[in-house]
């Protein structure tokens, strides 16, 4: 199994920034492609970023110049530094982990884990 710890969430006002983390612990060999999705209300889940294990990134168009994914490796940690934040922001952000390893009772493989999700409002 593998869990993901997130924080940094809450409320800010329209250009304020907020820094998201996620970290991971559990039973895996290798951590793959660490991510970010968000959910706004009555919205579907879509890609924020993600970040891969050689470190090359991927960006939804509408946070691009805005927002930065990085990560830890030694501590198993991705961030998101969520800069000149606007209302069309404010949703659930998820943390995404995708990981080669072995889950109790099954064989070796990749699996995806989800984490539980953080509030980011964006309001005046």
């Known amino acids: 199994q593998v869990q993901l710890v997130e924080s940094g969430g809450g409320l800010v006002q329209p250009g304020g920034s907020l820094r998201l983390s996620c970290a991971a612990s559990?039973?895996?060999?290798?951590?793959?492609?660490m991510g970010w999705y968000r959910q706004a209300p009555g919205k579907g889940r879509e890609l924020v970023a993600t970040?891969?294990?050689?470190?090359?990134?991927n960006y939804a168009a509408s946070v691009k110049g805005r927002f930065t994914i990085s990560r830890d490796s030694a501590k198993n940690t991705v961030h998101l530094q969520m800069l000149t934040l606007k209302p069309e922001d404010t949703a659930v952000y998820y943390c995404?982990?995708?990981?080669?390893?072995?889950?109790?009772?099954?064989?070796?493989?990749?699996?995806?884990?989800w984490g539980q999700g953080t509030q980011v409002t964006v309001s005046s």
């Open positions: 995404d982990v995708d990981v080669f390893g072995r889950r109790l009772g099954g064989p070796p493989g990749n699996y995806r884990y």
């Open positions: 559990g039973s895996f060999v290798t951590i793959n492609t």
């Open positions: 970040i891969s294990s050689d470190g090359s990134t």
